[in-house]
């Protein structure tokens, strides 16, 4: 069992930047691959990152490449998402998502067996 919380989020201006954390607690943090989801009101939720369990392979929602970051540190049982360049498209709650298959990355919600709660992530224009 993994518990996640994210913290992070916040009101920003447009251009602006964030730090996405995600805080899991519970054995074998290392074992899960990661990622992060965004929903934004009326929307579906939509992955935007993700970092396999051995931290060697990262993978982009197109929509984010080049301006958002994922990374972890194991030690810390911690994930991050690092957010520049925000446009107020990005609005969005954000949740983070641990995958327990130490299979190949998924972008699919669906394969994700924990998530937090979410934080939410404002950016005006």
């Known amino acids: 069992q993994v518990q996640l919380v994210e913290s992070g989020g916040g009101w920003v201006q447009a251009g602006d930047s964030l730090r996405l954390s995600c805080a899991a607690s519970?054995?074998?943090?290392?074992?899960?691959?990661m990622g992060w989801f965004r929903q934004a009101p009326g929307e579906e939720r939509e992955f935007v990152a993700g970092?396999?369990?051995?931290?060697?392979?990262?993978y982009y929602a197109d929509s984010v490449k080049g301006r958002f970051t994922i990374s972890r540190d194991n030690a810390k049982n911690t994930v991050y998402l690092q957010m520049n360049s925000l446009k107020s498209e990005d609005t969005a709650v954000y949740y983070c998502?641990?995958?327990?298959?130490?299979?190949?990355?998924?972008?699919?919600?669906?394969?994700?067996?924990?998530w937090g709660q979410g934080t939410q992530v404002t950016v005006s224009s």
């Open positions: 519970g054995q074998f943090f290392s074992r899960y691959s």
């Open positions: 970092i396999r369990w051995t931290g060697g392979s990262t």
């Open positions: 998502a641990a995958d327990s298959s130490r299979g190949v990355l998924t972008t699919i919600a669906s394969r994700y067996d924990y």
